[in-house]
């Protein structure tokens, strides 16, 4: 690089410093803004993957027979039952009526929907009340010391 | 001065070292004696690298996604939503691979077309046309395997429609279909195969596609149009060219760079959007259609009669697409005029007609 | 096809021991017993032609020990031996008994039935049943119009229709319940065809407004065929039936719609009209056949308006929350001394549409103030509860606006989104719990309500600033974009400008 020395011609070569100047601050610091997000990016966060397609609802002994539990399915809320004789039942908790969260019932051993007074039995079916349909049923498998719940394939 | 005459030597040095051993001295020679020709038509040289950059932009926020990313039905969907919520700039990364993604398949197109309008497919660069086509194909199928990947709604019932098209071809379709799906339906094993196919199939192919078609454009060097390099035999044009290093490749990372302005501004102000969980029970949302670039066949195949002749009307409209898709790979064999430097306004008529036909063919499906 | 087991039959000679298979598993009784008998020996005639042999004429017929066996399960053996208590068969008769006990059944269901193949052929009025019919339940459960009105159909001549063959003729409209309940009110015979089918009907009816007024002469009132019809009854779960929930308004209509009609009853007849405004009539019309109609309220059979004390039991058998609350509620005691009604006070009786919250409080469209003065305890009771609604409303929709900001910029709040769910279903107990009119029952749930929306509220606008900072970022790297870019351009130019070397 022969034409680079600054006493030949003043001017254009404090253009050409400043030119250099903006182009390598430019590109380090536009290099800078990419590569910290993605150094970011790289560190994974606190906050553990969950999947919705499956979720771990409760622990086996967690529930007595004849008692219900709301937890959480993805962004909606599910209920899982254990039956009198032991059984394990999930659902939606989603009300089919104006989307309230249904609660298991012992008394009446029914899902229950406290705004309504709708009703549904140990099938997710409507059996009274305003609920125009029945609820989403989910499938229950205990996985060692874990109820899994999964979306019915 | 000192420092620089220092840096100079040391570069030297280093260059020797490297020369010694990988024979780099001929390449630097290259380099140095490359030139780009420069004319009116300039300007569509650049989209060769732009789809260049744009697809190294792909291959580092792709490789960045798979660190989170699972190929799972039950985990794709809340893996990405994962990656757009939880992970720092997740958003951004997501967005980027998505955003560039369209721009990439844009600039694939532009770069296309502007060869096939400058005839720079002609004698001797056959094979750079072709690996060029090739290459797009390839860069349409990225499109679609990944289009699948987040495995929410709109994309499982698009995917289940452009499955389903190929199922219209007699007596291979089933098989070619199942051989998609990984199966009879769409399901958890058509996300598998589309997540080979993507991160490693395709980018398999276009990494030896690639480095052929880009050996051939540095071996053959750039094409003049055939109207320029008439202009220029006739004298009423001086021949004009520009070093390639550093002024072409500087005019190219103006140009990336503004690329990256772009992707980040879309990114941030628009973020792609994960859409609902895809449900093989629901049924299928309103409006339901494939990525733009799919959008002219599509619509094509929605105004075919059931019926042509004696093909199915779906099978016709492929047929067709595929023979027109055949003809368009051959044209650097069947464009003779072009070959022997003459006008061949057949060809850039046909070019035209193509353009406006997904032109319009792309409007009337956004119209309604 | 199962075989029914022997039933004798007393006075009917020709049928007194025979087996008749029966295509629906059912065992008639007596009045059909006869017809499947006169068929068998018609039949019988038919396709055996000149006898021979023992086979000649229906007496002989009877008189043979195969007719006579009781138990049927043992016909197959008998024809297989060919031998029966000693008789023995030709060997040319057992073809023959082949033939009768295969290739005629098929025959039973084409019973001759004079009355409808002679109806046909008149006009009119007179055609109408015979040619109605066919679809009817009745026909499909193999009932014929001799099973209604007595006669003879076997008979071509007009002798079919005399009194002394039992012919009832059609009946007249005062005449027309006991008709029907002939059948409808024997249980044993109802059994025989549909034993969850009840049959109370006619004594219901003699309670209702309807049958009371028809004991008293009036046969304007509705019968049994008003709202079934005659000749072409359906099956209450047909879509075609005019009993099917659907249609129960409109056939109500047709009489309880029409002033002529209804002229000198001194009720009104805008009830149907207003009943499809009601919040019943959209819900029903959108599929939900459980939805009430006219009958869900007013009874069928036993049609009569609910009295003043026992609109809230009626409405209380879906709404049960809304009749417990309102039990127990000041307004149970207050309205019951003032002589209103429970729940239509408010929502009226047919044009029951759908409940807001202007209702509630001390404004325009406010029910409250119809009864209740500024100053006195449930005025101010209604001015809380309303002021209550309309706090957790403004809360959940800025809160809902908020996080829909968020979500349009592309920040994912689902979660928030969630959340903010729970509040809404404060506001819909809320809502119910207005029927306890205690201003502190409500309260209780949109405070609770109120904390939730300001909380989803609170993610939302975090969310609106985590998308400034990004743009803030994206400006960020911007301007470094711009500056590499200005200094490309620059450095472009100079290299440019320079001679090529």
């Known amino acids: ?153 | 001065m000192s420092t620089q005459a220092t840096q100079v030597a040391q570069r030297s040095r280093l260059l020797a070292w490297l020369d010694e051993r990988f024979g780099t001295g001929s390449v630097e020679e290259f380099i140095r004696h490359k030139t780009v020709p420069q004319h009116r038509h300039s300007l569509w040289y650049y989209f060769g690298g732009m789809t260049l950059f744009l697809f190294t932009i792909q291959v580092l926020t792709g490789i960045l996604l798979l660190l989170y990313y699972r190929p799972t039905p039950n985990d794709a969907f809340e893996s990405v939503q994962y990656i757009m919520t939880q992970v720092r700039f997740g958003w951004l990364i997501r967005s980027v691979h998505s955003w560039s993604a369209n721009l990439m398949i844009f600039a694939v197109f532009v770069h296309m077309f502007s060869v096939f309008f400058l005839k720079a497919y002609r004698k001797p660069r056959e094979l750079t046309w072709i690996s060029g086509m090739l290459l797009l194909f390839i860069v349409l199928g990225f499109g679609f395997s990944g289009y699948l990947l987040p495995w929410n709604t709109l994309a499982f019932f698009a995917t289940k429609v452009g499955t389903e098209m190929a199922g219209s071809i007699p007596f291979i379709g089933k098989w070619i279909l199942i051989f998609l799906r990984g199966g009879e339906e769409v399901t958890g094993a058509t996300l598998t195969r589309f997540f080979g196919f993507h991160v490693a199939v395709l980018p398999g192919l276009a990494t030896v596609l690639l480095a052929t078609h880009l050996l051939l454009v540095q071996h053959l060097g750039m094409s003049v149009p055939p109207g320029v390099e008439r202009r220029i035999a006739e004298g009423k044009e001086p021949a004009r060219s520009m070093p390639f290093f550093p002024t072409f490749l500087l005019h190219d990372l103006m140009g990336w760079y503004a690329a990256l302005g772009v992707l980040g501004a879309l990114a941030a102000i628009f973020p792609w959007e994960l859409g609902t969980k895809a449900d093989a029970f629901a049924s299928a949302p309103a409006g339901i259609r494939p990525e733009w670039y799919f959008v002219f066949m599509f619509q094509t195949l929605k105004f075919l009669p059931p019926k042509i002749l004696f093909l199915e009307g779906e099978f016709a409209g492929l047929l067709g697409f595929g023979l027109a898709a055949a003809v368009w790979i051959a044209v650097p064999f069947i464009d003779r005029r072009a070959g022997f430097g003459r006008v061949s306004r057949f060809f850039t008529g046909l070019g035209v007609f193509a353009l406006g036909y997904i032109a319009v063919m792309s409007a009337l499906a956004y119209w309604h | ?501």
Not at chain 1, 39 to 44: E, M, V
Not at chain 3, 401 to 416: F, H, I, K, T
């Open chain 3, 1 to 501: 096809m199962k075989l029914c087991p022997t039933v004798v039959f007393a006075g009917h000679a020709e049928c007194s021991t025979i087996s008749v298979p029966s295509q629906s598993g059912v065992c008639y009784d007596h009045r059909r017993r006869i017809d499947d008998c006169r068929l068998t020996i018609d039949d019988w005639k038919r396709r055996v032609g000149k006898p021979r042999g023992p086979l000649n004429g229906p007496s002989t017929i009877l008189n043979m020990p195969f007719f006579q066996s009781s138990i049927v399960n043992r016909q197959s053996s008998i024809l297989l031996s060919g031998q029966w208590s000693g008789y023995h068969w030709p060997r040319t008769a057992l073809p023959l008994l082949f033939t009768l006990l295969f290739a005629a059944a098929p025959g039973w269901t084409a019973t001759k039935d004079s009355c409808a193949t002679c109806h046909a052929t008149l006009d009119g009025d007179l055609a109408q049943p015979a040619k109605a019919f066919d679809a009817d339940i009745h026909h499909q459960a193999g009932l014929s119009c001799a099973d209604c009105h007595g006669g003879n159909p076997n008979d071509d001549s007009m002798d079919a229709m005399s009194p002394a063959r039992g012919f009832r003729g059609v009946p007249k409209r005062n005449q027309i319940p006991e008709f029907c309940a002939r059948c409808h009110a024997d249980e044993n015979y109802i059994r025989g065809f549909n034993p969850k089918l009840r049959t109370d009907q006619l004594s219901q009816y003699v309670t209702s407004v309807h049958g009371k007024r028809l004991k008293q002469g009036d046969v304007k009132v509705a019968t049994c065929i008003d709202c079934h019809s005659v000749h072409n009854i359906f099956a209450v779960a047909d879509t075609r039936a005019p009993v099917y929930p659907t249609n129960v308004a409109s056939t109500c209509a047709r009489c309880h719609a029409d002033s002529h009609t209804m002229e000198g009853y001194k009720i009104p007849t805008d009830q149907v009209a207003k009943y499809q405004k009601s919040v019943h009539a959209q819900v029903l019309a959108q599929g939900d056949t459980s939805a009430p109609t006219c009958t869900t309220c007013h009874g069928n059979h036993g049609a009569t308006p609910p009295g003043l004390s026992s609109v809230a039991n009626v409405c209380g058998t879906c709404h049960v929350f809304f009749a417990q609350l309102f039990d127990k509620s000041p307004h149970k005691a207050a309205f019951a001394s003032m002589g209103l009604p429970g729940c239509v006070q408010c929502h009226s009786n047919h044009e029951i549409v759908h409940p807001v919250d202007d209702w509630v409080g001390v404004g325009e469209k406010a029910v409250c103030v119809n009864c209740h003065a500024q100053g006195d305890k449930g005025y101010v009771a209604a001015q809380t509860m309303s002021e209550d609604l309309a706090k957790l409303k403004d809360s959940y929709h800025r809160a809902e606006d908020v996080l829909n900001q968020a979500e349009r910029s592309g920040m994912e709040v689902s979660s928030a989104k969630l959340e903010l769910g729970d509040a809404n279903e404060d506001l819909i107990k809320a809502r119910v719990n207005v029927h306890a009119f205690r201003a502190e029952a409500v309260e209780k749930l949109t405070d609770q309500g109120v904390g939730i929306s300001q909380k989803a509220e609170q993610a939302g606008v975090l969310a609106l600033k985590e998308r400034d900072a990004r743009r803030k970022g994206l400006g960020l790297s911007l301007i470094f974009i711009v500056a590499a870019i200005a200094g490309l351009y620059l450095k472009v130019r100079d290299i440019e400008s320079r001679p090529q070397s």
């Open chain 1, 1 to 153: 690089m022969p034409n680079l020395d600054p006493a030949q011609t003043d001017s254009p070569a404090r253009g050409r410093r400043w030119a250099n100047l903006l182009l390598g601050g430019g590109v380090l610091a536009s290099i800078g803004s990419f590569l910290y997000p993605a150094l970011r990016y790289i560190i994974p966060p606190a906050v553990a993957e969950s999947t919705s397609r499956s979720v771990i609802a409760a622990k086996a002994g967690e529930l007595k027979p004849n008692t219900g539990k709301i937890f959480k399915f993805g962004s909606k809320p599910g209920i899982l039952i254990r039956t009198r004789e032991g059984g394990y039942k999930a659902f939606s908790a989603v009300c089919t009526h104006l989307n309230c969260t249904v609660q298991y019932r012992d008394d009446t051993r029914q899902i229950w929907c406290a705004c309504h007074n709708g009703t549904y039995d140990l099938e997710g079916r409507n059996v009274s009340g305003p609920p125009p349909r029945p609820l989403e049923e989910f499938t229950v498998n205990v996985q060692g010391e874990d109820i899994v719940v999964a979306r019915k394939a």
